[in-house]
């Protein structure tokens, strides 16, 4: 089928490589040139595990900033553009609203045409934006009996991005028209029956379940969204609050969340306590979905209260660094790990920078290394009070304290002996559980994790 993904950011880009490699014929279009023509040159303007490879070598992948001369060649036309956080919490739809607004310009069906929304938008919005479609196509004399829409909502997370897509748990398709229900079936059936050949960059996961396929109204599809990335940030939290009675009490918060995962009914997924969760996509839709309810006169008191916890959960690693080093004026603490989350270079909202700044705020030197996020993190946070190190060793050096900020396996298998060695006081705290607290304590350092 012929597709058009509108925005080619983390889930357009991920979305229009993984179909293009099951067979379909896929153009990506962005209103930013200079990543058009980075993609051209065949550069991904993003870290994505196996996204380089594959892009080499999709033949069927095409990018543009003009959407007109091929609208109408289209089977299919994706919105996927972001939709970021207002000041007051609602999602930010101006991106949506101007891609439904260069289709609409645009657009004049000679044979049926499914536009999906697979951007996170507040519900009622894949309703709005087609009334919106088809009455600017009606006024331009377009045949709209030819257009179909559908709401399908991404479940990709960063970092194994095109393991979600190549691999989905489920397919939501969110309409109550049969022809774009149809049409997006076939599109995704490789996905579905997993009949495609499996790309080398990106392998399937060992036991992976079949891919579910879930047709609902768009209104449910929209809300699927919210109260999946809810549910998860949730369950984060949940353990992250647990975790703070453990330490009071003694319990090992890894093993009760083993001992919980084991349960079928709670499984072991985001039950890893730690900094607490960061990332473009659970603050924002926690606070899109408050105000939703909001907007109904609706109170969320649980959803309110994951918010907290998560904001908390910082102040909480504070007090136990200031516990062990007392004075925190004046002393170094190396961060291992910047980005909000390991494998991927997005340092957006990352718990670890507002640890950081918490620990800033209290008169400490922060010294950050990460294996891939320092590029960003200085260009991102040029303005803040960071210093940046490019080894693990030379940020430990002279440091008070270690915190472990994000989940990097590279930082399992480093010399601690040697880093010992060019510490300060040798104090690590392991936020995201990624070392052998006994083997750390048995080289002489304090270790403490949360
Ligand atoms: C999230 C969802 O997991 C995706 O399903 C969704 O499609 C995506 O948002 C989106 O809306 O686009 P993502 O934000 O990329 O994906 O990353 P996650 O793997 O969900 O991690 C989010 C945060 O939770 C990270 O800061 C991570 O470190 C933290 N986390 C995760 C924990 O603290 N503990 C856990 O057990 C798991």
């Not at 399908?152 to 960063?158: A, D, G, T």
């Not at 989940?407 to 559980?433: C, Q, S």
């Amino acid at each position: 089928m012929k597709v058009i993904n509108l925005g080619i950011g983390y889930v357009g880009l991920n979305t229009a490589a993984a179909l293009a490699w099951i067979g379909h014929d896929v153009c990506g279009v962005d209103i930013d040139p200079a990543k058009i023509e980075m993609l051209k040159s065949g550069k991904a303007p993003i870290r994505e595990d196996g996204l380089d490879d594959l892009l080499k070598q999709a033949t069927h992948l095409k990018y543009t900033t003009d959407i007109s001369n091929i609208i109408n060649e289209a089977d299919v036309v994706f919105i996927a553009v972001g939709t970021p956080s207002l000041p007051n919490g609602h999602a930010n739809l101006e991106y949506v609203n101007a891609a439904a607004k260069t289709i609409a310009t645009t657009i004049m069906p000679t044979h049926d045409v499914t536009i999906v929304i697979k951007s996170t938008v507040p519900l009622g919005i894949n309703a709005a934006i087609e009334r919106r479609i088809r009455a600017f196509v009606a006024q331009r004399g377009g045949d709209v009996s030819k257009l179909h829409f559908a709401s399908n909502p991404e479940f990709l997370r960063e970092g194994c991005a095109l393991s979600d897509t190549f691999y989905p748990d489920r397919i939501v398709i969110g309409t109550d028209d049969d022809v774009a229900f149809k049409m997006l079936s076939t599109l995704y059936a490789p996905l579905l029956d997993q009949s495609f050949a499996i790309p080398p960059s990106v392998p399937a996961p060992a036991n992976r379940p079949k891919t579910q396929l879930l047709r609902t109204n768009q209104t449910s599809a929209e809300m699927i969204k919210y109260a999946s990335n809810v549910f998860l940030a949730l369950k984060i939290s949940y353990i992250n609050e647990i975790s703070g009675l453990c330490e009071k009490l003694g319990a090992n918060i890894t093993d009760v969340a083993t001992g919980m995962g084991m349960d079928k009914r709670i499984a072991p997924y985001f039950l890893k306590s730690g900094l607490g969760w960061g990332g473009s996509c659970f603050p924002k839709d926690i606070k899109a979905l408050l105000q939703i309810g909001g907007d109904y006169g609706y109170d969320m008191p649980i959803i309110k209260a994951a918010w907290d916890v998560n904001e908390n959960q910082k102040d909480r690693v504070v007090r136990q660094i200031q516990d062990e080093l007392k004075i925190v004026c004046g002393k170094k603490i190396a961060f291992f790990g910047l980005t909000f989350k390991p494998n991927t270079d997005d340092v957006r909202n990352s718990p670890a920078v507002d640890l950081a700044n918490k620990l800033i705020a209290l008169g400490a030197d922060v010294v950050f290394h990460d294996p891939v996020g320092l590029t960003n993190a200085k260009k991102v946070y040029a303005d803040d009070a960071f210093s940046f190190a490019d080894t693990p060793i030379a940020a430990a050096t002279g440091a008070d304290a270690i915190v472990i900020a994000t989940e990097w396996k590279d930082y399992a298998t480093l010399d601690y002996a040697e880093i010992k060695r060019v510490m300060n006081t040798p104090f690590l705290f392991d936020t995201r559980h990624v070392l052998n607290a006994a083997a750390l304590r048995n080289i002489g350092f304090t270790y403490r994790d949360c």
